[in-house]
């Protein structure tokens, strides 16, 4: 009988770790230039099996916040790993200001590489707009996967990749990240600091940038997480920065 409680609870210990979750914690601090800190970002990294989870909250600060009218985002995302990488399964977009709600979510079928996208709007509590589309392009990746997987996905000096991430429609989720070589890693290291395990360059196309195109320098740690990152040339008012601080 002991013999048998022991094994039972033995079971019991291997099924509980099997199914315990990582909880990986990654918070970062925004600077905008002459505004000094605008806003926090809260990711939580869920992994469990061959799941994950990424739930990641943005609160603006200071002028930002007031500017903005207490704005408020919260982004999802939920998928599986496949070599080591996250896959979204799942993304959702949520905005919050004043009395206007803004959801944007997608579903990536990629046994048929597909993306739905549903677009929901409620103004003081009513729903206001309520449409669902089907994307122009097929992804693997959302933007929370892009961020978190960078670290893995590319390492080779020298190399641009392009990737496809939903949540990018503007320019048909395609975005370019470039490894620099060691003849250009001390123009990112001026901007960065010393000590990434991996530099790179991230290519956008945004209005609020001063050129047609903007970079987002991103500083890879040894954990393989992002730890800083530069948006350049915003407007009149200089360089974003993310910090990580946990």
Known sequence: MIRRIFIVCGLF??????????????????????????GT???????????????????????AKVLLSGQTERYVSKGHMENGLMV??????????????????YHIDHKQKYVTKRYRKWLNGKLDKDSTEKLTFYAK?????????????VDKKGETRIFNAVGLEKQNGQV???VPDDR???????????GASL????????????????????????DRFIYRSVIKDILFYGDAQLIRVK
Request: no cysteine; proline share 0%.
């Open 13 to 38: 210990l291997l099924l509980g770790s099997a199914a315990s979750a990582e909880v990986t914690q990654l918070n970062y601090k925004a600077t905008f230039g002459i505004f000094g800190t605008v």
């Open 41 to 63: 970002i809260e990711n939580t990294l869920t992994q469990k099996g061959k799941t994950y989870e990424i739930d990641s909250t943005v609160e603006l600060a200071g002028l």
């Open 88 to 105: 979204s399964d799942f993304y959702q977009m949520i905005t919050k200001k004043k009395d206007k709600v803004v959801s944007k979510e």
């Open 141 to 153: 990746d959302d933007l929370l996967t892009l961020y978190f997987n960078l670290g893995t996905a």
């Open 176 to 178: 370019q990240i470039t």
């Open 184 to 194: 250009e890693v001390a123009a990112y290291k001026k901007d960065l600091g010393e």
């Open 199 to 222: 530099y790179a360059k991230a290519l956008i196309h945004q209005k609020n940038f001063r050129k047609k195109k903007g970079d987002i320098l991103l500083a890879v740690g040894e």
